[in-house]
């Protein structure tokens, strides 16, 4: 099989990345199920094995073990016209900086007006928790989180495929 992350490989012209380390599987799947039907290549990045179909556009690339050794390997390798699924905040920052449009896997996207906000918000919640505090964790992912994420993937590679080079906001 080709290398994936190589831009000549991939038919559509870009490539999914996805930090596979806490990606809900419903959204796993969707992505997967998008990327095979509409043949473009997505790489899940993780740094603890994961089993995956077989599939010619589906890749694993195994990161070393080590605080943030994925999310250095996928901003190592992803290039301004792909696409980004994670829901680690500090990873999205780095990702929209490089210009990629990033989504979350229940389907907002993650943009340079919206980037701050979170960031701060994770670091306060990160910060109650190391106090001790109780902070609760992220919901349950929902019937609508799963639609809205297929809804925003589906909007992400359609534009991905119109423009193809540069990373514009998603019209919603």
């Known amino acids: 099989m080709s290398d994936p992350t190589a831009p000549e490989s991939s038919p559509a012209g870009f490539t999914i990345w996805i930090d596979a380390d806490a990606c809900p599987r419903e959204a796993r799947e969707l ?26 556009f589906i890749s694993f690339r195994l990161a070393p073990v080590g605080a943030d050794k994925a999310d250095d390997l996928i901003v190592e390798n992803a290039g301004g016209s792909d696409l980004a699924v994670t829901g680690d905040i500090p990873l999205a920052f780095r990702l929209v900086a490089k210009n990629l449009l990033v989504l979350d896997p229940r389907g907002d996207e993650i943009t340079d007006a919206n980037i701050g906000e979170r960031l701060a918000m994770r670091n306060l919640m990160d910060k109650m928790r190391s106090a001790g505090l109780p902070t609760g964790g992220p919901r349950e992912f929902s019937r609508a989180d799963r639609q809205r994420f297929a809804n925003a993937l589906d909007r992400a590679i359609n534009q991905r495929r119109k423009d193809g080079t540069s990373r514009k906001q998603l019209s919603k």
Do not use: G, K
């Not at 990327?35 to 599939?55: C, D, G, K, T, Y």
């Open 31 to 56: 992505a997967i199920a998008s990327a095979v039907r509409r043949r473009i290549h997505v790489v899940f990045v993780a740094n603890a094995w994961q089993r995956l179909p077989e599939s010619e």
